[in-house]
């Protein structure tokens, strides 16, 4: 299943943004995504 | 920047914290979660109805969550339709309890059906992507943890109904 980021992304800074630090760091293991360096996403176990 | 922030902390304790169950009352909390999603567009024609006396073993604070997101998207599928009508309610299917929101919105094409819960999942003919992404793969994960399921049925200009039951 494709993922697509949400414009957030794009509006905070991108993925190296603060706001994605913390998706990935907080919300990444709740909903089963994160967000990867190159600004895609992908599933994680 | 500050409340996305804000609101994926609440998230991350909101989810991973212990449940403290108590009873709920669901039709309350829904009342108020529209009261303040009528607040925040308060030229909108939105028709809003729940049921009396609801209630449920649950997290309040989670359960708020929930609501939050079921009607906040009830309120934002139907954003393009002049006049809109939104429920909270219960039902029975297959002698369980089950307690719905319904619109009378956009609704979704059954084909998505299965991305609705995943996160970052763009459905068919939406050609953006606002909102954080992870609403519904929030919701998913406290009703699971709440012992229940959550599920939707809709059909394109025709509204959704979203269920989820409770242990």
Known sequence: ?45 | MDQLIEDMLDLSRATRSDIHVASVDLSALAITVAEELRQRAPDRKVTFSAMEGLTANGDEGQLRIVLNNLLGNAWKYTGAHPEAKVEFGITKQDGVDVFFVSDDGDGFDMADAEKLFAAFQRLQGASEFEGSGIGLATMQRIIHRHGGEIWAKAAVEEGATFYFTLS
Not at chain 1, 18 to 32: C, D, L, M, Y
């Open chain 1, 1 to 45: 299943m494709q993922h697509v980021l949400p414009r957030w992304v794009e509006r905070t800074g991108g993925a190296d943004s603060e706001a994605v630090r913390i998706f990935n760091e907080k919300v990444s293991p709740i909903v089963g995504v994160k967000i990867n360096p190159d600004g895609t996403a992908s599933k994680i176990e």
